[in-house]
C-alpha cells in the first residue's frame, strides 16, 4: 500500500506506531527504505485496507468477521479512536448468534477477554447452535466450549454433534483432541446412531492410550469412550440398523462403520445387543401377561354388568399318532439289526430296519446308543422312517457325544443328511456346527449334496438356521448378564470369530423379527382393552339412565298426590262454610223453634276418584 507519512503520523486518526517510527532519529530498515513489512493473519490482512480508511477518513466497515482481527490491528499500530469504536461494536454485537465467530477469532489473536465472553454464550446456547456454526469453529475453539463450565446440552445430542464435527474435520483429528472432546463428565451417554463411529475412531486413534490419570480411573470403571459406545450398541434396532438388521445379506460396506470393525469387538457388541435383546423381550412379554390378565378381568366385569352369560364352546381334537409295534420285535429290533449287520444276514437286516425306522422315535437313549455306526446309518437312511427332524438331530447330536471314536467326514454326512433332518433342533446347533467345521463333512457329499450345498441346505447352513432361535440356542452362554462365566466344554468359546458374528447377526434378525410381533401384539392388546373399557362406559352410562329415570316418575307421582290432597282440604274447608251459613240462617228465622243441626267436621263424603 503506498501511504503518507503525514497521514500516518500527524493526521488526526494518526497510527501512533507510525509516529513514534517518524519521530524517531535512529536510521532502522522502515525509516531508509520508506517501506514496512508486516506478518499478519489472513484475516487481518483482510482487514487492513480498512485501518488505512479509518486513519485517512476516520470510518470504518466493522464487521462481525473482521472486529476481532480490527481490534487485534489498532492495538499492534495504537490506534486509540479506532480501538474504542472496534470494542464498543463487539459489546453491542455480541451474541449468542455469532459467539462462535468471536471465539474463533479471539483463538487465533489471543485475546483472552473475547474469548471469555464468548465461550461463555457459546457454552449457554450449544443446544441450538446449527451443525454449521458447530463446523465453523477451531478444534480449540471447541474442546473450549465443550469443557465450559456451564455448557448446556444433552449427553446424547452432544454426541451426535461431536460426531459430525469429526467427519468433517477428520485432518483435525488427533488422540489428544478426541480424548477432550469425549471425555466422560462432559459426554457420559453416547447417541445409538454414533456408537460404532466413535467406536472406530476410538480404536484408530487410540485415545484412552492418552487420558489423564483421573480418566484413566474412568476407564477401570468402565466409563471409557470404549465401554461408553459398547454401552449405546445395546438399543440395538438404533445402533445397527440396517448394518446387520437386514435380512438381505449382501450390502454395501462402503462408509459402514460396523464392516470396520475387528471380529472380537464384533462379538462383544453383538454378545451385548443380543442381551439387551433378551431383556426387551422378557419385559414386552410380563407387559402383554398383564394386559392378559386385566383384559380377562375386564370381559368378566362386562359379562357381570350386562347380564348375560357368554357361553363358549371349546372343541380340542386331539391327534393321536398309533405305531404298530409287535411285542418282541419292537422292543429287541435294534439288537437284531446289530447283529445282522455284523454277520451280514440281509433278510433279518431288512426286517429290522423297517421297525428300528418305523418306531425310532420311541427309542431310548440307551437303545440308540447301542447301535452300531452301520446300523444307524441304515435307519436313518431308510424310506419309512419316522421322527420328527429336531428330535432326531438331538438323538444324533447324542450318539455322537457318546461314540466320537466311530466319527469321520464319511458317516458324519451319512447321518445328518438334508432329506431326513432338514431342520436342526436350536440345542444341538452350536454342537453339531463344531463337528462340521472339524470333520470338514461337507467335503466329503455326493453330488446331491454338493447341490444341497448350492442351495444353502448344508449342515453348516442348518445349523445358522437353527441358531435363529437364540433364546434356546444360545442359553446362558451369551445371554447371561454375568459376564464371567466357565469356558470349560463350552461348545460356544470353541467357534471362531468370523463364524460367531455369523452366528450374532441371524440371531438379532431374529430378535428384530420377534420384538416386531410382540410389539404388534401389545399393541392389539392395548386396543382391546381400550375398546373393553369403552364397552363398560357404556353399560355403567346406560344404568345410571335407568335409575334417573325410575326417580323421575316417583317424583311425579308424589306431585300428583300433593294436588290430591289439596283438593281434598279446598273441599272440606268449602263444605264447612255452608254448614255454618245454613245453621245460621235458621236460627233467625224461627228463634222460638229449637232445631240442631249436626255439622260434620269432616264435611261430606269425598267423591269416588279421590277416594
Known sequence: YHVHRNVLGAGKYRSEYFQGMFKSKSKNAETKDSTSNFRLQISAAEAFPQILDHIYTGNCQISTESAVALLSLSKQFGIRTLFDEVADFIRMNMDETDAHVYLSEASIYKDEKIKAAAQN????NFSSFSKEQVRSLTPESLSLVLNADNLCIESEVLSQTVADY???????????????????????????TEALFLLNLCISHESEQHQSSKEDENAAKGLSLRSRCVEATKNWKVAFGSSVLSNKRKRSSLNDEYSNLHFPLKVELMEAALVSANITDEEISRENAVLLEKNAQLEIKIDRLSSQKLKSESNIIDEVADFIRMNMDETDAHVYL???SIYKDEKIKAAAQNLCALNFSSFSKEQVRSLTPESLSLVLNADNLCIESEALSQTVADYCRTHPEYLESVFLANITGHEFMPKIHPTEALFLLNLCIHHESDKHQSSEDDENVAKDLSLRSRCVEATKNWKVAFGSSVLSNKRKRSRHNDVYSSISFPLKVELFEAALVSANIEYENITEEKDILLEKNVHLQKEIDKLSARQVTQSLESESEICALKEKMLELINDKSELRAENERISKKNCSDSSSDNESEFSVITCSSAGPLPPKWLT
Open 338 to 340: 446289530s447283529e445282522a
Open 166 to 192: 469429526c467427519r468433517t474435520h477428520p485432518e483435525d483429528l488427533d488422540s489428544v483432541f478426541l480424548a477432550k472432546i469425549t471425555s466422560n463428565k462432559i459426554m457420559p451417554k453416547i447417541h445409538p
Open 121 to 124: 454464550l457459546c457454552a449457554l
